[in-house]
C-alpha cells in the first residue's frame, strides 16, 4: 500500500504510482517481465498510431516528470543531483521499466525514455539512468537468476542502489571481438579469477557494484565468449582511476583494473551461454536512452534560445522576429521531434520484443538524436551571443555536453556502417 509524504507527493513501493495518473489501462503485450526474444513480425505489430500518440499514463507520467524537473531546475552540484535521482527513485521513475514483483513499475523502455527526456528538457538530466535501470536493471531482469533479481531489481528501481556498466576496453574501442578482460575458473577456492581492463566507466565511484563484460573459455569449442558479471566496488583486486574529462557531468569517468578478483559463482548473470543475448539485451536500451538524454538536452538548449529570442530587443521587435533567427531555431525544433520519434519507435519494438528492429531503430535513434542535438545547442549559443558563452546562461557547458551523444556510446560513423551493412545490404570495407 502507497502512502503520500508530507509534501503530498506519492510514494512509489511496488509499482509506479505518479501524480496525475490517469485509469490503469489492461498492460500491453510485452509490458512488466521481458518477454523471450522473438524473431522481426513476432509479437505485436508496431504501429504508426503507437509510436506518435502517447496513451493516457505516458502523457500523464510525462507531466508527472515535467513537474519533478521543474521543481528541481538545473543542475550544477553533486547535491542537486542527488536530490532529483533520490525523489525520482521515491516517485518510482527510476525503476518504471523493472517489474513490478520486484518494485518497479511494470512498464518498458517507452516509459523509462521518457523518464530521461523529460528531466534533460528541464536542465537536471540522469546520465545514470543510461546505466542502472536501463542496461544492469534490464539484463538482470531478463536473463538473471531469481536470486540475482531478488537483490538487486528492487534497489535498482528505487534508486537506493546504483550499478555501473563495463565494456568499453583502452585497446577494443568498437570492435567487442578484441575485448581482452578475461574471467577463469579458479582451481583453489571455486569461483571465478576476473583479470583486465575496462575505460570510461561512468560513475563508478557512486555505484555499489559493476556489471563488467568478459569472456570466458568455451569448454566445448576452446573459444572465448562473452560472459557478464556483477563486481562489487570494495572487492580485492579491483582499482579504479578518474579520468581527467574536459565535460562538465556529476557521473565521473574512469578507467577499470581488475588484478585477479575473486568473485564467486553467482557473481556470474543468469547462464554461462546466454552473454551475447545479454549484451545485445543491454546495448540495445543503451542507444535509446542515450537518444533520450540527446533530446531533452536538446530541447532544454532550444528552449532557452527561444525565451532570450522572445525577450531580446535591439531595433523595435524582438531578435525572434528575424528569420535569420527564427528559422534556424525551427528547424532545430523539427531534427529534436523527428528524433524523438526514431526513438519512440525504438522503444516501441524492444518492448513487445523484437530485438532485431529494435537495434537497427535504436541505432538509427541515437544518431539522429546527436545530431539534433550538437545542432540545437550550437544554435542556441549562436542565438545569445557574447551572452551564450556566460555561466549565467549555461549553455556554454552543454557545447562539451552535447558531444557526448554523437561520440558515446557508438559512434555515428559507426552508425553509418551498421545502417550500410546490415539495413542496405552493402558490402564491408572491413
Known amino acids: 500500500m502507497a502512502g503520500g509524504d508530507e509534501d503530498g507527493a506519492p510514494r512509489h513501493r511496488s509499482r509506479l504510482r505518479h501524480a496525475q495518473r490517469a485509469p490503469r489501462r489492461p498492460r500491453p503485450p510485452g509490458r512488466g517481465r521481458r518477454p523471450a526474444r522473438r524473431r522481426p513480425g513476432g509479437g505485436p505489430t508496431v504501429t504508426t498510431q503507437s509510436v506518435v500518440v502517447e496513451t493516457e499514463e505516458q502523457s500523464a507520467l510525462r507531466a508527472a516528470v515535467a513537474a519533478l524537473g521543474a521543481r528541481h531546475g538545473r543542475t550544477r552540484e553533486p547535491e542537486q543531483r542527488d536530490a532529483v535521482w533520490a525523489e525520482a527513485g521515491k516517485l518510482g521513475f527510476l525503476g518504471v521499466n523493472l517489474p513490478e514483483e520486484y518494485g518497479g513499475g511494470g512498464a518498458g523502455m517507452a516509459e523509462l ?52 556498466f563495463g565494456i568499453t576496453e583502452p585497446d577494443a574501442g568498437s570492435n567487442s571481438h578484441r575485448i581482452t578482460t578475461t574471467a577463469r575458473r579458479d582451481p583453489d577456492g571455486g569461483g571465478w579469477l576476473l583479470t583486465g581492463r575496462k575505460v570510461f566507466v561512468s560513475g563508478v565511484d557512486i555505484a555499489e557494484s559493476t556489471l563488467v563484460v568478459g569472456r570466458t573459455e568455451d569448454s566445448r ?83 532557452r534560445a527561444v525565451r532570450y529570442a522572445k525577450e531580446r530587443q535591439v531595433w523595435r521587435t524582438p531578435i525572434g522576429a528575424h528569420q535569420a533567427i527564427a528559422h534556424p531555431l525551427a528547424q532545430s525544433h523539427i531534427e529534436l521531434e523527428l528524433a524523438r520519434l526514431m526513438m519512440q519507435k525504438a522503444a516501441r519494438l524492444y518492448d513487445t520484443g523484437d530485438d532485431l528492429g529494435a537495434g537497427e ?26 551572452n551564450g558563452l556566460t555561466r549565467e546562461f549555461g549553455l556554454a557547458e552543454l557545447i562539451t555536453a552535447s558531444r557526448v551523444a554523437r561520440i558515446a556510446p557508438v559512434s555515428r560513423e559507426m552508425i553509418l556502417n551498421y545502417v550500410s551493412h546490415q539495413t542496405l545490404g552493402l558490402p564491408k570495407s572491413y
Not at 361 to 369: T, V
Open 113 to 164: 525514455s521518457l523518464v530521461l527526456e523529460e528531466l534533460g528538457a528541464a536542465g537536471c538530466p540522469l546520465l545514470m539512468m543510461i546505466v542502472s535501470p536501463a542496461i544492469c536493471g534490464t539484463v538482470i531482469a531478463r536473463f538473471g537468476t531469481e536470486e540475482q533479481k531478488a537483490r538487486w531489481l528492487p534497489g535498482l528501481a528505487d534508486g537506493s542502489r546504483t550499478m555501473a
Open 361 to 386: 531503430a535504436a541505432n538509427m535513434a541515437k544518431y539522429a538524436a546527436g545530431e539534433a542535438c550538437v545542432r540545437a545547442v550550437d544554435q542556441a549559443v549562436h542565438t545569445l551571443g557574447g
Open 221 to 303: 569449442t576452446g573459444r572465448l565468449k562473452p560472459c557478464l558479471f556483477v563486481v562489487p566496488r570494495d572487492a580485492a583486486g579491483f582499482h579504479r582511476r578518474a579520468i581527467d574529462m574536459e565535460l562538465r557531468a556529476h557521473e565521473r569517468q574512469f578507467e577499470l583494473s581488475f588484478d585477479d578478483v575473486r568473485l564467486p559463482d553467482d557473481a556470474l548473470v543468469g547462464d554461462e551461454d546466454a552473454g551475447l543475448l545479454q549484451l545485445f539485451a543491454g546495448l540495445n536500451p543503451e542507444r535509446i536512452m542515450t537518444a533520450a538524454f540527446a533530446v531533452g538536452m536538446g530541447r532544454h538548449a532550444l528552449d
